[in-house]
């Protein structure tokens, strides 16, 4: 059962003994090769005995999936690119490990008998496999925030009929979700997403415009892909997460904030209508809430040390300024308009982002695009609400389209 939040409720089993319970908690995990699935790894290693995984996906690189099959003792392995189909069997000579290639080859990697699906393959490819998931009413860990940005709806109404479970893997998520236990929407005043500020924090609006690869790629606080990380140093990744958030805890874009906080420590905050503030605060590390969504609702060791406050000495919090980050205006404005502007946001996002990391384009075009592109769809009148995953797809395409022929 889903709750109003459309989260998992608490009471949901897993005994805190591992020794009560013979039955390993069985993986899936999409985007094994990633960040987040290297860090899925690490956790599942510190806690042997617990987690065994009956399937692993990743986009393109079959050898390295091949690696991460051996090391976790997958069942299944697919990988999305039939190119790299040879490279994933070669690497898996010898190994009794089924392999696969192709789309249908992924969903039938979410589809695998499992415990718990992990959602973290980056951009909007992530969509379908989860939805996938969802709709076989599977408790799935959400690290991908493209699923419910693109198709938020019809995503969370498909999980209140599968009985489907969601639990957001994202570290402000995690944080939000662990502050709100059990309480309702209605009782939340603000919920807050903190932003790192990136490395572009204390940088004026025309030298983030000419920034670098390299300097954007120069994360001060996190280790993460490229995309993820691009979309962090302009904070489109936290107008991402608002859009995320308002599907994921049910309130509207009036009652979400974001503010700057260069620690990365507190990572999330709610003010209730009671006036009490709740923090969600931890190292900056994704085995956090990789290790509180794996093993839900017990705890386990993920490896890393609570934040020591006294040595941090203090905590700051700034606005965010949106004159020098453009990208996470255009996110609230598409939070507010709703319909299908979220979706065109993300498919010109993926797009400009891509171009920027292949030097086609400077930094500052980034948000230029987008804005050019959902301007372009909403006066065409191309932004109605996605009724369904399929619907949002289209939408997504067409954005993407758009967004390349303003490119050319």
């Known amino acids: ?11 949901r089993p897993l005994s ?17 090769t990633g960040s987040i699935g290297r860090s899925c790894a690490q956790v599942i290693a510190a806690s042997p005995g617990r987690f065994a995984v009956a399937s692993v996906a990743a986009g393109r690189d079959g050898a390295a999936l091949a690696r991460c099959a051996i090391e976790l003792g997958a069942d299944f392995a697919a990988v999305a690119d039939p190119a790299s189909y040879s490279d994933l069997k070669a690497g898996l000579a010898g190994a009794r490990i089924e392999a696969a290639a192709g789309p249908e080859a992924i969903r039938e990697a ?30 799935v860990a959400l690290a991908n925030k493209e699923t419910l940005v693109c198709a938020g709806a019809a995503v969370m109404q ?20 662990q502050a709100i236990g059990g309480r309702e929407p209605d009782t ?7 932003a790192s500020g990136g490395p572009f924090r204390e940088w004026s609006a025309e030298r983030i415009a000419a920034a670098t690869r390299e300097e954007a790629l120069a994360h001060p606080n996190w280790v993460m892909g490229p995309k993820v990380t691009i979309d962090s140093a302009g904070l489109m990744n936290k107008g991402l997460e608002l859009i995320e958030a308002h599907f994921l805890f049910g309130l509207p874009p009036e009652r979400l904030d974001v503010v700057v906080h260069p620690q990365s420590i507190v990572h999330g905050l709610i003010a209730f209508v009671d006036g009490s503030l709740i923090a969600g605060m931890a190292t900056p590390d994704m085995r956090t809430p990789i290790a509180h969504c794996l093993a839900y609702p017990d705890r386990i060791a993920s490896g890393v040390l609570p934040p020591d406050l006294a040595a941090l000495g ?12 453009p990208a996470l205006g255009l996110a609230i404005e598409a939070l507010r308009a709703g319909g299908g502007a979220p979706t065109a946001l993300n498919a010109a996002n993926e797009i400009a982002v891509a171009a920027f990391l292949d030097r086609r384009i400077g930094f500052g075009d980034i948000a230029r695009l987008v804005g050019r592109t959902i301007s372009a769809m909403r006066a065409a009148g191309e932004l109605a609400a996605p009724e369904d995953v399929a619907r949002a797809l289209a939408i997504h395409h067409i954005a993407g389209e758009r967004t390349k022929r303003l490119l050319a």
Do not use: K, W, Y
């Open 16 to 32: 805190s003994d591992p020794r009560a319970d013979a039955r390993l908690r069985r993986l899936a995990i999409l985007g094994a």
């Open 158 to 177: 498909t999980a209140q009929c599968a009985g489907a479970m969601l639990l957001p893997m994202d570290s402000e998520h995690n944080a939000l979700f």
């Open 1 to 11: 059962m889903v709750s109003r939040s459309g989260l998992a409720p608490a009471e």
């Open 188 to 194: 939340i005043e603000m919920m807050t997403i903190t």
């Open 110 to 139: 979410a589809l695998r008998e499992a415990d718990l699906v992990i959602s973290a393959i980056v951009g909007a490819a992530g969509l379908e496999p989860t939805f996938a998931a969802v709709a076989a009413g599977r408790t």
């Open 314 to 325: 203090r905590l700051t919090f700034e606005r965010a300024d949106l004159q020098r980050f």
